[in-house]
């Protein structure tokens, strides 16, 4: 169940930040620019000043701008929901877990059998990919569904961990920037360069980081899709996992040749 909930927010996340990150850099640059006029009119206060080595007063300091940034940019993304698509087209979709009822039986088994219409309609199926995927059979179960109910849509797939790498990356400019103004505010323009060094270790885990899932997320769906059977993927509940299999016998003619679609034309598509 926790692992549940862990992926549940990840494709929260994931979702927030593709959809929204054109209102976050929108809000950010205009929080950024209200912030320079309102320091530039001394309407904030400035209580560091930034001094040379010599220990010369250069300029006035505050960490305002850098602020609002973060303000503007969280703004933005949590907002972004409640906005029209930033394309002008409207932002309709069918998620599974939020689109049907998961408290009511009968709302799930109605959304069971009528996701098809929903596949059907739709112009894309964006998978939100993590290495259990291909282990569930419900994800698996709406792959072969969606190709059968829409041959000529779209199938894209997104992991998960991008967006989780990206948060990380921010997190990590913002750690760096309040180094750089305890920096200056404590004075210590003789250690700035160490403070700067030690300052970049949170921005370059996350590059690391991204490089090794990157290889390891590919590697993991390659061998997924090379070595997929239907008899191995898991499901909790003996009804779902008959209905299922019935259905997938009847739009592709037997598991064998599901099994086959998933190594061959679809490892294809999404690679």
Request: hydrophobic share 45%; proline share 6%.
């Amino acid at each position: 169940m926790g692992e549940e909930a862990d992926l549940g927010s990840v494709s929260v996340l994931s979702l927030l930040m593709q959809t929204g990150w054109p209102y976050a850099v929108i809000y950010g640059i205009l929080a950024v620019g209200i912030s320079t006029v309102l320091c530039l009119h001394d309407l904030f206060p400035m209580p560091w000043c930034f001094k040379d080595r010599q220990g010369a007063v250069l300029l006035p300091l505050g960490c305002w701008v850098s602020i609002s940034s973060l303000v503007g940019l969280l703004l933005g993304l949590f907002i972004s929901p409640y906005f029209p698509c930033f394309n002008g087209r409207p932002g309709r979709c069918f998620i599974d877990m939020v689109s049907i009822d998961q408290s009511d039986p009968e709302k799930i088994e109605e959304g069971i059998y009528g996701i098809g219409g929903f596949l059907s309609v739709s112009r894309e199926l964006q998978v939100l990919w993590s290495p259990p995927y291909l282990s569930r059979l419900w994800c698996v179960f709406e792959l072969a569904a969606y190709r059968k109910a829409n041959p000529s849509g779209k199938i894209t797939l997104t992991p998960l961990y991008v967006e989780q790498i990206l948060t990380m990356m921010i997190i990590g400019l913002y750690v760096v920037l309040g180094c750089y103004w305890v920096a200056n505010a404590l004075n210590l323009s003789g250690l700035s360069t160490v403070v700067y060094v030690v300052a970049m270790i949170p921005a370059c885990i996350p590059l690391h980081l991204m490089r090794r899932n990157l290889a390891e997320s590919k590697h993991k769906l390659l061998s997924d899709l090379k070595d997929f059977d239907i008899k191995q993927v898991h499901c909790l509940d003996d009804f779902d996992r008959s209905f299922i299999h019935s259905a997938i016998i009847k739009w592709y003619g037997s598991r064998e040749a599901f099994t086959d679609f998933v190594r061959g034309p679809l490892r294809d598509e999404l690679l």
